[in-house]
């Protein structure tokens, strides 16, 4: 059966754990090699990653392409708009077409529906570079940034601050898969998918929400935010209003526990979200985390090829 990654539950706990350990030993691997060169395995050899995107990319393109490259394969990066997708072909037939030419494919869109479909229709791997619903692949790189930081993940208390979006969908679902749980700091009207909490709870997860910030901090091993404002969303200046009281700054970070770490997927509205001193200090490791998308990348990829 044709492997899809559309969400993390589609691996599930053990796989998403050997995830993270395979992302973790191809990094230790290529210690000071050239970005371009192929792990000494290429266990990806000829296969060809078609990347669509109807959305602004910048990690998510460079990471998988990097990654299909990494494990001896290729890439093939297409926009939307310059398909026929954009001049009305269905995605069921793109979806038909692609299969006979490539070998997976990785899109980013809006709508979740549009990669249910795809998925459906597809005779090879499709995998979740980002929906409107989740962003799985971030996770597996948040979730190995935060091992390699010395975090266990079982029982590890997470903080959220910000709006309900997509990232915390995929990372209440990986609290549910890896057991640990997650605090709430979010604005009355930005609530996550109820959904999504149901399940992690049913999985053993503790998930609360906070309407104070300081109290979604408090004692928090990892303190996480995004972006108050994705792309093609209005109305932002009354967002950035509410979201306002839940800013990670200096002062908020100082309540949550002693070595806790800071993450944030970027792009980042500096002094929105989060402040300077908080993005670029101690406790960050934004840039480790932007890194492993390309190590997280690979695992997912061999993933659904069989290869975990």
């Not at 793109?94 to 709508?111: E, F, G, K, N």
């Amino acid at each position: 059966m044709t492997r899809h990654f559309l969400e993390l539950s589609d691996a599930g706990g053990d796989a998403l754990a050997a995830m993270v350990g395979d992302a973790m030993e191809r990094k230790a691997a290529r210690i000071g090699w050239p970005k371009g060169r192929a792990d000494a395995d290429q266990p990806l050899k000829d296969r060809v990653l078609a990347m669509v995107f109807e959305k602004n990319s910048t990690r998510t393109r460079v990471s998988f392409d990097a990654a299909i490259r990494q494990l001896g394969g290729h890439a093939l990066a297409m926009e939307a708009g310059t398909m026929q997708l954009g001049r009305g072909e269905s995605i069921a037939d793109t979806a038909r077409v692609l299969s006979r030419m490539v070998d997976a494919i990785v899109i980013r869109t809006s709508d979740h529906a549009k990669i249910e479909e795809l998925a459906a229709h597809a005779s090879v791997p499709v995998i979740n570079g980002l929906t409107d619903r989740s962003h799985p692949c971030q996770i597996v790189a948040d979730l190995q940034t935060v091992v390699e930081h010395g975090k266990a993940l079982p029982g590890l208390e997470l903080a959220w601050l910000g709006d309900g979006n997509n990232v915390l969908n995929s990372i209440i679902e990986a609290a549910g898969l890896m057991k640990f749980n997650v605090r709430l700091g979010i604005p009355e009207g930005f609530d996550s998918d109820p959904a999504y909490i149901e399940q992690a709870r049913s999985r053993g997860a503790t998930i609360t929400t906070h309407r104070d910030a300081h109290a979604a901090v408090a004692g928090a091993d990892v303190v996480v935010t995004d972006t108050w404002v994705s792309m093609g969303q209005g109305d932002s200046a009354a967002k950035i209003a509410a979201m306002m009281p839940y800013q990670v700054n200096e002062a908020l970070m100082a309540g949550a526990a002693p070595g806790a770490l800071f993450l944030h997927c970027l792009p980042a509205h500096r002094g929105e979200e989060a402040t300077d001193g908080v993005l670029d200090g101690a406790q960050s490791v934004i840039w480790d985390e932007a890194e492993n998308r390309i190590h997280a990348q690979k695992s997912v990829l061999r993933w659904v090829f069989g290869q975990l």
